[in-house]
């Protein structure tokens, strides 16, 4: 994929240009309003901010904050967070932010999807992005202002929480927006093409492809909830849905600003602060998995070449040096270009399908899945597969299915580990360790706790929220999660 340099000031500019006009008092629009100045942001502005400001906050706070809820990392200072004190975010740990600003920005293009046949070309993608932020949203937070949300110019300013369930099932929920994403690109018969589409360069079919391998991602998350079965079939065996690697949703970032992963700007110290997790040690070393060596470095001055740390420990009463444990990979700060900020690839879906399969949802090979799966993951992170991986007592198929399809997707995806965090929640694979100095009762939580700021901006629909999650706690389990 070409490296397009994106100017993220001038978009920003521009939409809050438009923000500010739209507020502006009737009285003063005949005054001030240039007839020949555009109005609108153009939506392909907009699909290129969105698509860029997703994949690179959520990159980033995926490996400050997700990455230790699902234990690739430890924080070994300034880390309340890594203790599961998750009000208090650091380096990271408040996405609420990031993907309403991004939500917001999507909606923009699909209202004017709709209001404008011009535009209608932005439908479908448009519609696949909001049901990917949305999924995102819901699934950190559980219930979360959805239907409501968004329409401040309708004089909304104060939005209800949506139950989960109905985020997931309602109308113009996440799988509606999929299913009707899919039937407009479909039925999409006019001429303009996907300006801005930074992620498959305006090809519709690539778009379908990733509608397709989102449902099956999000059909299999709620499968404890939902019979799933009928509709991940008929997916399955239309067969239009992300196989191959250069079929990925994903951006590449570059190696240097400004479309660098972020934490290659971070000073010295601050990249230094996370280290290997224990648990991430003892499940790439017990498979003896060369990927290992993309995402951690060699510790310096023990005798073992990765070493991690128990997950949360008291930094007030930590004394290391961190040359004895095992830092990000370069990948993650000198040689950015060689990583990828992925919406969907063909590892993640291979591994859905297998879990699918392997529980009876569809008839497919669970097991042809499973090997696909781990086949992209090594290909995605330029790792070359031992010739005997795939027969190794701890990686074949025979026993313990299920874990092993969740422990591999989990080893794959060390760039976003909230995405790990959510697995985690719902299969219990892999299985996570009780942190060394917990602020949560020894319980690792099974959702983000509401940002504060809802408390004052939102009081009544935040009270309605918190008294349905006992108190805005974060051991109260979203609706699909019945572990």
């Known amino acids: 994929m070409n490296k397009l340099k994106i100017n993220t000031s001038l978009i920003f500019l521009l939409v809050f240009v438009v923000f500010l006009a739209s507020s502006c008092a009737d009285d003063f629009e005949e005054i001030n309003v240039n007839p ?9 502005l907009l699909l290129r901010q969105v698509i860029w400001s997703s ?23 300034f880390n309340l967070f890594d203790r599961h004190s998750l009000t208090e975010p650091q380096f990271g740990g408040n996405p609420w932010p990031v993907l309403y600003s991004n939500l ?25 992005l909001k049901a990917y932020l949305a999924a995102q949203l819901t699934d950190i937070y559980g219930d979360v202002p959805y239907s409501e949300a968004l329409n401040g110019k309708a004089g909304i300013i104060y939005p209800v929480y949506d139950a989960q369930e109905q985020i997931y099932l309602g109308e113009n929920g996440i799988l509606d927006h999929l299913r009707k994403a ?40 709620i499968s404890d909830r939902e019979d799933v079965g009928e509709e991940l079939q008929a997916i399955y065996e239309e067969g239009f849905f992300i196989v191959e690697a250069f079929q990925n949703a994903a951006f590449d970032f570059s190696a240097s600003q400004p479309n660098n992963f972020r934490m290659a700007n971070l000073r010295t110290g601050d990249f230094n602060l996370f280290i290997m997790s224990e648990t991430a040690e003892e499940i790439f070393l017990e498979k003896d998995d060369p990927r290992v060596a993309v995402f951690y470095r060699e510790a310096e001055s023990v005798a073992v070449n990765y070493s991690g740390l128990l997950n949360g420990p008291d930094a007030s009463q930590l004394s290391i040096s961190v040359s004895d444990y095992s830092l990000g990979g370069r990948i993650f700060r000198e040689e950015t270009d060689r990583l990828d900020g992925a919406i969907a690839s063909s590892w993640e879906t291979s591994f859905f399908i297998a879990e699918a399969a392997e529980r009876g949802l569809i008839n497919a090979n669970a097991i042809e899945w499973y090997e696909n799966g781990i086949h992209a993951s090594f290909d995605y992170w330029g790792v070359e597969m ?8 701890s990686v074949v198929l025979e026993d313990d299915a299920l874990e092993k399809i969740a422990t591999q997707k989990w080893m794959s995806n060390c760039i976003n580990g909230y995405e790990s965090w959510i697995e985690y929640r719902r299969t219990g694979f892999p299985k996570l360790k009780t942190i060394a100095a917990s602020l949560n009762g020894d319980l690792i939580p099974v959702r983000m706790p509401y940002p504060t700021d809802e408390a004052a901006l939102n009081a ?9 999650t006992g108190g805005n706690s974060i051991n109260h389990p979203v609706w699909w999660d019945v572990n």
């Open 36 to 44: 020949a100045a555009p109005i609108e942001v153009e939506p392909s």
């Open 55 to 77: 994949v690179e906050e959520m990159s980033y706070e995926g490996y400050v904050a997700g990455n230790l809820l699902g234990q690739y990392f430890t924080a070994i200072d």
């Open 104 to 128: 917001r920005d999507n909606q923009l293009i699909l209202d004017q999807a709709a209001s404008d046949p011009n535009y209608a070309v932005y439908e479908g993608p448009a519609r696949i």
């Open 182 to 221: 899919i039937i407009s690109i479909d039925n999409y018969e006019g001429v303009r093409s996907l300006e801005g589409d930074i992620l498959y360069n305006g090809d519709l079919m690539a778009w379908k492809r990733l509608a397709n391998s989102l449902l099956i991602k999000y059909l299999v998350r």
């Open 386 to 393: 031992p010739v005997d991986y795939l027969s190794r007592s």
């Open 460 to 468: 009544e629909a935040y009270n309605v929220a918190a008294e349905s």
